[in-house]
């Protein structure tokens, strides 16, 4: 652990003296080298004639704050731009980074490291990323009054900072994230609503890096979540065809047909052409609905079974279809031609003994619209039977998908 | 056949999309001082400086343009950038400029709803804390999207300048001579009032809400072309609408005497003679004007100012996530709308203070903006070419020339 701390504003214009405690030059900016060490400050930038020069870690002796910075080696080389360094002042300070455990994309005010002596040498650890008004303090302040006076202005004000574990920083251009050792790893781990509100923040640039960069489940999950349709399509467009049909895949069918939707229908034709051809069919179906129609709401992940099934009959059909569990509150009985014959509850089941038929569990009133009922039919259904799940029919009466609750609230927000 | 109107209306549609930002900037330029300085060249010189307006919105629209560019191209907004790429100390002051300015301005919006309001005799005691209080829920309680809907419809509330302009019965003759037709004049008044329409129309907090309208809007640079044009409309129906304010004025006040007149107020009464219903527009006019800018430059300053210190921002959050951008939001209508009610304020002085510092502010954000629009790595291919960085230079040459006379005109008028 750092015995004491420093703060990158203190390190800026720092003195670097020589091994006979002459002036070299004042510090211009450090640099960490990712792929080698994640924390440590590995090289310091001095600028004192013409040139920067270059200061290894471990040609450092001591850093005291108030003296400056002692050498214990004088060989230093000239700095010229380095693709594997990232450079704090020019590459950190007052850029956004995303606060992977607040969920939040903030903007770096100062940077604050441990000072770690091991009896030879001091080096730098980058501890903390700053945001906040202590910080701005701090920087307002950086070079027009001795560094102690600072420390002790700040002081009455909370800090606020960001563990350097936990920040992420952005870098749109994947070569360099490459060089510099940034992945978006982290946030693949974060709940897809939240990550959805980070990237709706953040420029187009970074937002297309993200989603270039995370697996495609995360980026599924991530672009269901993702508010505005146009910023969904606009994510879409800008990657790969290939990319864009794997996260497009990875969706269910009917918020792939919303998102293809908003494409202009050369773009989501390419991506459908991309896709495996299995998953496309539902999606193309989908797609032939308008928006704004039970069709275009509704999605084809409801469990069906003939309307001479038994109560064992639907566990087993129940059984195959796990992946849909998680949203199913509803079963549907359909007649030998797949017209829609009934709803039954699913709680039902629980309470029925496994010879029952299922026709004997169906709802009273049989509730149902076609795929072209307008939307504010469907939500005015909704509301006057409290629906959970509606069946949607096509013109021969046949079951050609559903529409839940939270399609319904989705659309009632964003009016 | 079925592609090109499948074209035709993803086009439509894309306009409809970015319809807003340009539109309601260029319209609240013109805020209660702008229509005064409008009435008053109306009432004084009559058709004559008509031949302005031509002018006048090539200026707007270069600028205007620029920073609906930059929007859409790096997706940040103008006091990013500035921090990005020019530091925390600089930003922090041009903020710190910003709101004092903008304070001022809120000030006067408010003064403009006392008065317009007092033309129908009702108490500003009673009007300005009722308007400040509708102004703070319209936006703290409403989302984005509804916001701007109402902003948008505010605009249109403009065009009852344009029904006045016609009530009025203005030799049309005249004017359309005098709109195409430059005329000089060695009158000190005269050159002071060209000058003051210069001065009113292009305001350093502008830039900063345009270009975060068209952020929070989602342009991206696909749908700049059609972003670009709502801009040139914008500010072409802005100008159209000032047209008409001075064509009455001219009308109804200067055939029958040429006169000086002390506030905007004043040409509306003087509407009276033409029909209660040229007097009603006017002054619903003005009071939809200071309303409308009342609303927008509390909330611009406080988004700008977060922005660039990096302070969670946007009426999409609540108070709890974003306590300092609600903070500077109410302070600005607070305090903008308590100074108008202390009885024998200085409001005079106070508004020609605020123009003071605006044309300190001005020259340093529009040179930012020149600086940004021509960095490669921000702006890519879409930076300025030569000759638009020359008109850019020119006009902003011009623009700051004309600020500064009309500062140094106002402040010898103090004496």
């Known amino acids: 652990m750092a015995d004491r701390f420093l703060f990158f504003t203190e390190l800026l214009a720092m003195p670097v003296l020589d091994l006979k405690g002459r002036r070299l030059g004042r510090v211009r900016d450090a640099a960490l080298v990712p792929l080698v060490h994640s924390s440590r400050i590995d090289r310091l930038l001095i600028g004192g004639g013409e040139a920067w020069l270059s200061v290894r870690y471990d040609q450092v002796r001591s850093i005291t704050l108030g003296k400056g910075i002692s050498l214990s080696d004088e060989q230093l080389t000239p700095y010229h731009d380095d693709e594997y360094m990232l450079r704090i002042a020019r590459d950190l300070l007052d850029q956004q980074i995303i606060d992977v455990t607040g969920r939040k994309v903030v903007r770096v005010n100062d940077v604050t490291m441990g000072i770690v002596t091991d009896g030879i040498r001091d080096t730098l650890r980058l501890l903390e990323v700053d945001i906040g008004v202590r910080s701005i303090v701090r920087r307002l302040f950086q070079g027009a009054m001795p560094p102690t006076w600072i420390r002790r202005l700040q002081d009455p004000i909370p800090p606020n900072s960001i563990r350097w574990e936990f920040a992420n920083v952005l870098e749109p251009d994947p070569l360099r994230r490459l060089r510099l050792n940034i992945t978006y790893q982290k946030l693949e781990e974060m709940h897809p609503a939240d990550l959805a509100d980070i990237v709706e923040e953040l420029p187009p640039a970074e937002r297309e890096a993200i989603f270039e960069t995370i697996d495609s489940e995360a980026a599924a999950e991530a672009l269901s979540e993702v508010e505005d349709p146009k910023m969904q399509a606009s994510i879409l467009e800008s990657l790969e065809t290939e990319k864009a049909a794997d996260i497009v895949e990875e969706m269910s069918p009917d918020e792939a047909a919303d998102v293809l939707s908003e494409l202009e229908e050369e773009t989501s034709e390419e991506i459908l052409d991309e896709m495996d051809s299995a998953d496309t069919t539902e999606v193309r179906e989908l797609l032939e609905f308008e928006e704004d129609t039970a069709g275009g709401m509704m999605n084809t992940e409801f469990v069906s079974l003939h309307e001479n099934a038994s109560v064992m009959d639907a566990l087993a059909a129940l059984r195959g279809n796990e992946d849909l569990l998680d949203g199913l509150n509803t079963l549907f009985l359909v007649d030998s031609e797949e017209r829609l014959s009934a709803s039954i509850p699913l709680a039902r089941l629980f309470v029925a003994s496994g010879a029952a038929k299922l026709k004997d569990l169906a709802s009273e009133t049989r509730i149902e619209v076609s795929v072209d009922e307008k939307q504010d039919r469907v939500t005015e259904l909704f509301d006057k039977y409290n629906l959970l799940t509606l069946p949607v029919v096509d013109e021969e009466g046949k079951l050609a998908g559903v529409i839940t609750a939270d399609d319904v609230i989705s659309i009632l927000r964003q009016r | 056949m079925r592609d090109f109107l499948g074209r035709f209306r993803y086009q439509v549609a894309v306009f409809v999309a970015v319809l807003g930002p340009g539109f309601i900037t260029a319209n609240v330029d013109n805020d209660p001082g702008g229509i005064y300085t409008y009435s008053a060249a109306g009432a004084r010189f009559g058709y004559l400086p008509l031949w302005t307006l031509v002018p006048i919105t090539l200026l707007l629209i270069i600028v205007q343009e620029m920073c609906s560019r930059m929007g859409a191209v790096t997706g940040k907004g103008l006091s990013d950038l500035i921090r990005e790429e020019f530091g925390l100390r600089i930003t922090f002051v041009m903020m710190a400029l910003l709101v004092l300015v903008n304070l001022a301005n809120v000030m006067s919006e408010f003064a403009g709803v006392a008065s317009s309001l007092g033309l129908f005799g009702i108490s500003k005691y009673l009007t300005v804390p009722l308007s400040a209080i509708a102004v703070w829920f319209l936006v703290v309680r409403g989302n984005y999207q509804s916001v701007e809907k109402i902003f948008l419809f505010a605009c249109v509330l403009y065009f009852s300048y344009i029904i006045s302009g016609f009530l009025v019965k203005p030799d049309w003759k005249q004017a359309a001579i005098r709109s195409v037709e430059p005329q000089l004049m060695l009158d000190p008044g005269y050159i002071y009032m060209l000058i003051g329409m210069v001065g009113t129309t292009i305001a350093p907090w502008m830039q900063f809400y345009l270009q975060s309208a068209v952020v929070e809007k989602g342009v991206s640079v696909k749908d700049y072309a059609a972003s670009r044009i709502e801009v040139i409309v914008g500010c072409i129906v802005t100008d159209v609408v000032a047209f008409f304010i001075i064509v009455a004025c001219a009308g109804a006040i200067w055939s029958v005497a040429p006169k000086d007149i002390q506030e905007a107020s004043e040409a509306a009464s003087a509407l009276k003679p033409f029909g209660k219903y040229a007097f009603f527009l006017f002054s619903a006019g003005l009071f939809n004007a200071a309303i409308f800018s009342a609303c927008i430059l509390p909330l611009s300053t406080a988004y700008s100012v977060c922005e660039g210190l990096g302070f969670e921002s946007g009426v999409n959050k609540r108070l709890r996530e974003a306590p300092i951008f ?90």
């Open chain 2, 326 to 415: 609600y903070f500077l939001y109410t302070l600005l209508i607070v305090v903008g709308a308590g100074l108008v009610l202390i009885p024998k304020f200085p409001l005079v002085q106070m508004i020609l203070f605020s123009q003071v510092l605006n044309g300190m502010l001005l020259p340093l954000v529009l040179i930012f903006m020149i600086l940004l629009i021509n960095k490669r790595d921000l702006m890519g291919e879409w930076i300025n070419p030569r000759w638009l960085n020359l008109a850019s230079w020119v006009s902003v040459v011009m623009i700051i020339g004309l600020s500064l006379a009309y500062l140094g005109i106002q402040l010898r008028g103090m004496h």
